[in-house]
């Protein structure tokens, strides 16, 4: 809340800030009981999921006056990340923790507990200093109330775009993976998978150039270390001698070494069942 400087009442000021929390705590009582109470607690738990970094109270709070919030941060947050708030955008008053100090007298008491009485048998009083819990209202920003940089993505992202040479590249895979190369139309949504019962790599057809050879890469991490070495060194070989951006073949290596690891530590040496890794690499 902003106040002019110039005309600033801090006796004022103290009392719309308790008035605004007892705003704040009747909005969260009705917001609890309308949640309970009734088809919503669905609605509150998806919209849970999409700010678990706030506490129960405030994800009411924010669900109440903006219920499509999908990332929120405070006004410094976001200017860290490079975005501001844009101009007329009114914040989301949620609850911060606001603790302070204060002396307190009260008895003193010995190694077990019990209060230390004086020469006449009255306990022998002494000063501390406690924390108590307080809050006080502060705004908070959705995403959608923002403008500035890309945010940050998570997951993995389709590779697009073209590779010189390949043609040639594929053959060189084709010839180095010692399992048959299928591509077809994957209904799971995944992008290749290695079928161990039918010992083929299945990749899925009618992408880029550059996520087909990506793929393959991530899939031939099934094959034993020996072959994923010769595997890797062609790779590497085309690299050095094309004038292609093959980078992203170098990344894949240190996932496929990770890879292999992990089955042999999971099926340590015993036959693997069935199974189909559908992965969205």
């Not at 609890?32 to 009734?38: H, Y």
């Not at 975005?83 to 989301?92: C, L, M, N, Q």
């Not at 306990?123 to 006080?136: D, H, L, M, Q, R």
């Not at 993505?153 to 190369?181: M, N």
Request: charged share 30%.
């Amino acid at each position: 809340m902003a106040y002019d400087k110039n005309n600033f009442d801090p006796k004022a000021a103290a009392e719309a800030r308790k008035k605004e929390m007892e705003e704040i705590t009747t909005k969260l009582e009705k917001g609890v009981k309308d949640i309970f109470s009734s088809d919503n607690f669905k609605d509150y738990l998806n919209f849970c999921a999409k700010l678990p970094r706030y506490s129960v109270n405030n994800q009411i709070l924010i669900m109440m006056q903006k219920p499509d919030a999908t990332m929120c941060q405070s006004f410094t947050g976001w200017k860290e990340m490079n975005r501001h708030v844009v101009k007329g955008e009114k914040g989301i008053r949620i609850l911060a923790p606001a603790p302070y100090k204060m002396e307190r007298e009260q008895d003193k008491l010995d190694a077990n507990g019990r209060a230390i009485l004086d020469k006449d048998g009255e306990p022998v009083k002494e000063k501390v200093e406690v924390t108590i819990n307080a809050f006080k209202p502060v705004s908070t920003f959705d995403v959608s109330q923002t403008d500035g940089d890309p945010l940050p993505t998570l997951g993995i992202a389709e590779l697009t775009g073209s590779v010189d040479g390949y043609k040639t590249l594929l053959d060189a895979i084709t010839e180095v993976v010692p399992v048959p190369i299928t591509f077809e139309n994957i209904e799971s949504g995944a992008k290749g998978y290695f079928h161990l019962e039918d010992n083929r790599i299945a990749v899925q057809e009618g992408m880029s150039e550059a996520q087909t050879v990506k793929t393959i890469i991530h899939e031939a991490a099934y094959p034993n270390q020996k072959q994923i070495q010769t595997f890797y060194y062609q790779c590497l070989k085309f690299k050095h001698s094309s004038d292609n951006k093959f980078g992203f073949i170098l990344q894949c290596s240190y996932h496929i070494k990770r890879r292999t690891l992990y089955e042999r530590t999971k099926f340590k040496g015993s036959p693997p069942r069935p199974y189909q890794s559908h992965d969205f690499c």
